[in-house]
């Protein structure tokens, strides 16, 4: 077979021309100009998104923070009491042995963020959203996994349940970590 050669050809540039003067501009700067704009516009919203929050009042808790603290110490309570009864995961699990540790220190870390939350601390909503993050990427890999109708649809239901409790811990934290105001006083920060 014979190949087909299809090459344009360049016209040569004459010496006395340089190749900046009146070039096009290069691909290069077109989408680094695109970019830039979009990132303009971006910023903009986001500017116009922090303008419009208000900064919590002294002693106020954003909702979402209030149920993310009563679920984190209902699930505590809940981790507690099914160790006290004698559940014990590891039986469920490949682990052998009736360790308690693994469950202490689950209610423990759960206690500790749903303090930091009713005091309405950054760290406090921080380490929640990471506990959120890991349920929903455990019962997502769980749903693959499961082994009937009812196990599936318990799973996205804390699926749904941890991301939408996620999704408005986002603005919570903005309205947490805002800077004060000039003029506004805040006290206990």
Not at 16 to 34: E, F, I, L
Not at 89 to 96: G, I, N, Q, R
Not at 130 to 159: D, H, P, Q, Y
Request: net charge positive; glycine share 8%; proline share 5%.
């Amino acid at each position: 077979m014979a190949e087909r050669k299809s090459r344009k050809r360049r016209k040569p540039r004459p010496e006395n021309q340089s190749s900046t003067a009146h070039a096009p501009p290069s691909d290069s700067t077109v989408a680094q100009g695109a970019i830039g704009r979009g990132y303009t516009r971006s910023q903009a919203r986001d500017n116009a998104a922090r303008a419009a929050l208000e900064p919590l009042r002294p002693g106020e808790r954003p909702t979402a923070v209030t149920i993310g603290a009563v679920a984190a110490a209902l699930l505590a309570l809940a981790n507690l009491v099914a160790l006290a009864f004698g559940y014990n995961s590891a039986e469920d699990t490949l682990s052998p042995g009736s360790d308690a540790t693994g469950s202490i220190l689950a209610a423990v870390i759960l206690l500790v963020v749903a303090y930091g939350m009713w005091k309405s601390r950054y760290w406090g909503v921080l380490g929640m959203q990471t506990l959120l993050a890991l349920t929903i990427i455990f019962a997502s890999l769980g749903l693959i996994t499961a082994r009937s109708l009812w196990a599936a649809g318990v799973l996205v239901v804390i699926i749904a349940a941890a991301g939408t409790l996620f999704w408005f811990l986002v603005k919570a934290m903005a309205r947490i970590q805002m800077p004060e105001r000039p003029g506004t006083q805040r006290s206990g920060r």
